[in-house]
C-alpha cells in the first residue's frame, strides 16, 4: 500500500504564505510524478503544479507566478510554497503522485487534502 499525507494548511489573511508539504510512504520503487491539485465544493478538482523526478515542473493557470513546487527525492516529499495568496485560493489542496511499487505496477495516488482557507 502507498500513501500519501500532506500537511502545512490553514488559515491566512489575503496576501500571505503558505508551505505544503506531502510524504509519500509505502511499497515504493519510485516516483515519477508529484503534484498539487485543489477543490473547492461545487466546481471540479483542478491542476495547480506538477514536478517530474527530473525537476521539470508545470503550472495551472490559476496560480502560475505565485507558487512554486519542488521535492526532495531523498524524502519521496513535494512541496508547493504559496504566495500573494487570495480569497479564492481557498480551497482543499491535493497531493498527487504516479509511483512504481516494488512490485513493478504503476499506481496513482492521492492525499487525503489538506484545507487553506484564505480570509481577513
Known amino acids: 500500500q502507498v500513501h500519501l499525507v500532506e500537511s502545512g494548511g490553514g488559515l491566512v489573511h489575503p496576501g500571505g504564505s503558505l508551505r505544503l508539504s506531502c510524504a509519500a510512504s509505502?511499497?515504493?520503487?519510485?516516483?515519477?510524478?508529484m503534484g498539487w491539485y485543489r477543490q473547492t465544493p461545487g466546481k471540479e478538482r483542478e491542476l495547480v503544479a506538477t514536478i517530474i523526478s527530473g525537476g521539470s515542473t508545470n503550472y495551472g493557470d490559476s496560480m502560475k507566478g505565485r507558487c512554486t513546487i519542488s521535492r526532495d527525492n531523498t524524502q519521496n516529499t513535494v512541496y508547493l510554497q504559496m504566495n500573494s495568496l487570495k480569497p479564492e485560493d481557498t480551497a482543499v489542496y491535493y497531493c498527487?503522485?504516479?509511483?512504481?511499487?516494488?512490485?513493478?505496477?504503476?499506481?496513482?495516488?492521492w492525499g487525503q487534502g489538506t484545507l487553506v482557507t484564505v480570509s481577513s
Open positions: 509505502g511499497s515504493i520503487f519510485s516516483i515519477n510524478n
Open positions: 498527487n503522485a504516479y509511483i512504481r511499487t516494488v512490485a513493478r505496477t504503476y499506481l496513482e495516488v
